[in-house]
């Protein structure tokens, strides 16, 4: 799964949440600017601008679509990274450490905490299905909630076709599943907001 499919994933993303109608408005973000966890770069509680850039926008969001793929059963250190807001959807894919920008953020303050969450993935294999439960365990520590279903990781190699020669998204089940996990992640999010 090369890293400009998630990247064009980013279009059936918001064609998805056009369709739900529901207020939902994506955004991308590029988190390649990050430098590495350092915390000698943390001064008098300020971080270096990416990383205060980064905080907010995480900061600001309710809940949080994660897309990564696999590489020996665990997180890649590619990122795609989805944010889904309420009423804002922050799509991130770039080629930083995706543990670097979860490190960044749960930095004090823990700006992760209490929201909501999803993970995709594709790849060979699983489709990153092993990945995703890497991810899930880091998310114990730093107090995100994930939603347990729907699941969404996706044999990108195995017949049918699941992307066309651009690397656009084609595959109608495959588009149907994504829907749902934003649907559920919405709703999710929603809960833990007391909505």
């Not at 408005?25 to 990416?50: C, H, Q, R």
């Not at 347990?148 to 651009?166: C, I, Q």
């Not at 588009?175 to 907001?193: D, P, T």
Request: charged letters at 20%; glycine letters at 6%; proline letters at 6%.
């Amino acid at each position: 799964m090369k890293l400009e499919h998630w990247c064009l994933c980013f279009d059936v993303v918001i064609d998805i949440s056009k369709e739900l109608n529901n207020g939902v408005k994506v955004e991308y973000v590029d988190i390649s600017p990050l430098p590495m966890l350092n915390t000698d770069l943390e001064v008098n509680g300020t971080f270096p601008p990416a990383v205060e850039a980064f905080r907010q926008k995480i900061a600001e969001a309710d809940c949080y679509l994660f897309a990564s793929p696999e590489y020996n059963f665990s997180v890649t250190g590619s990122l795609n990274f989805l944010q889904k807001v309420i009423f804002a959807m922050l799509f991130v894919p770039s080629v930083a450490p995706l543990k670097n920008a979860i490190d960044w953020a749960s930095r004090p303050p823990n700006v992760w905490a209490d929201k909501a969450a999803a993970v995709v993935s594709a790849g060979g294999g699983w489709g990153g299905g092993r990945s995703q439960y890497h991810l899930r365990q880091i998310g114990v520590f730093i107090d995100l909630h994930f939603i347990n279903k729907p699941e969404f990781y996706l044999n990108a190699f195995e017949p049918p076709a699941k992307f066309d020669a651009d690397g656009t998204l084609i595959h109608a089940e495959s588009k149907e599943r994504l829907k749902k996990v934003l649907l559920s992640l919405h709703a999710y999010a929603l809960r833990l907001k007391g909505k």
